[in-house]
T-cell receptor, first 113, second 115 residues
């Protein structure tokens, strides 16, 4: 089966610092999604990437879809306390006629004011 | 729109008991799914449905049943709860399962403890 590695597992950063996290896979995907989960809530979609090499921004967040289609990274610039949460990569593959998500194990971000 | 709603928010069961986790969406989405989230494991797909009357198994279906009699509702049944089913359960929905550009919306989760 496909292997999905998300790193780092956790990060402690000072407010104002930039953050970088990534996911790598043994399989090729056509779509990479990044979700954020606040404590006690369900995941919320941050950014969707649909083409290899695509670089997409959403405010202070920037994500890229790797050229090999096996990886993706997410950057957060000038972190603020509300960035705290768990970030998941979720590449999508077509399975039995519909699209399914595979979730990474998450990067837990803590921001020190 | 309420989006995706889940009940209950918390539940404690004894081993062997049965229960149903409820999920409903009011967005007329065709696709609905159930995930479980365990510490350090990310979210894993249990069952999914691409439309009323159609369900299929995901990555970790054992011990769970689902049905989809209406577009709006997708209940998850635990027939005989086991401690290994202690987890946080999320329901999600999206407009169409066959569209690549298609966002999944998640409910707030049900935290289940089996003793």
């Amino acid at each position: 089966g496909q292997q999905l590695n998300q790193s780092p597992q956790s990060m402690f950063i000072q407010e104002g610092e930039d953050v970088s996290m990534n996911c790598t896979s043994s399989s090729i995907f056509n779509t990479w999604l990044w979700y954020k989960q606040d404590p006690g809530e369900g995941p919320v979609l941050l950014i969707a990437l649909y083409k290899a090499g695509e670089l997409t921004s959403n405010g202070r967040l920037t994500a890229q879809f790797g050229i090999t289609r096996k990886d993706s990274f997410l950057n957060i610039s000038a972190s603020i306390p509300s960035d705290v949460g768990i970030y998941f990569c979720a590449p999508r593959s077509r399975w039995a006629g519909s699209y399914q998500l595979t979730f990474g194990k998450g990067t837990k971000l803590s921001v020190i004011p | 729109n309420a989006g995706v709603t889940q009940t209950p928010k918390f539940q404690v069961l004894k081993t062997g008991q049965s229960m149903t986790l409820q999920c409903a969406q009011d967005m007329n989405h065709e696709y609905m799914s159930w995930y479980r989230q365990d510490p350090g494991m990310g979210l894993r797909l249990i069952h999914y449905s691409v439309g009323a009357g159609i369900t299929d198994q995901g990555e970790v279906p054992n011990g769970y049943n689902v049905s989809r009699s209406t577009t709006e509702d997708f209940p998850l049944r635990l027939l005989s709860a086991a401690p290994s089913q202690t987890s946080v359960y999320f329901c999600a929905s999206s407009y169409s399962p066959g569209l690549a550009m298609n966002e999944q919306y998640f409910g707030p989760g049900t935290r289940l403890t089996v003793t």
